[in-house]
Nanobody, 127 residues
């Protein structure tokens, strides 16, 4: 059973940085995509960023492009989300997610359809 555990959240001032980590276990992840999503109070969960373990192809939501960077460490089965130039509107619970694409070197990185989720971690950006 795939398990995902997030860490690294917290409180930061606007303009600051945080790095989230997601440790994955219970699977062979070479055919997986890993994603980050977030949900603010009263809003729906939204896609933030994703990466394919095989090939490293990434994709980002427009709202975070140029500020956030997703990366992976295959040896540690860990995915990171480096968040820079944080804004109060980035405040949300952030969730790590995984999806088995079933192929090596996929041509696209999915923004939906993830079926494994972490418990979430809070990120609060003060103004």
């Amino acid at each position: 059973q795939v398990q995902l555990a997030e860490s690294g959240g917290g409180l930061v001032q606007a303009g600051g940085s945080l790095r989230l980590s997601c440790a994955a276990s219970g699977g062979t992840f070479s055919t997986y995509a890993m994603g980050w999503f977030r949900q603010a109070p009263g809003k729906e969960r939204e896609f933030v960023a994703a990466i394919n373990w095989s090939g490293g192809r990434t994709t980002y939501a427009n709202s975070v492009k140029g500020r956030f960077t997703i990366s992976g460490d295959n040896a540690k089965n860990t995915v990171y989300l480096q968040m820079n130039s944080l804004k109060p509107e980035d405040t949300a619970a952030y969730y790590c997610a995984a999806k088995n694409l079933g192929i090596i070197l996929p041509l696209a990185t999915p923004t939906n359809g993830y079926n494994y989720w972490g418990q979430g971690i809070q990120v609060t950006v003060s103004s």
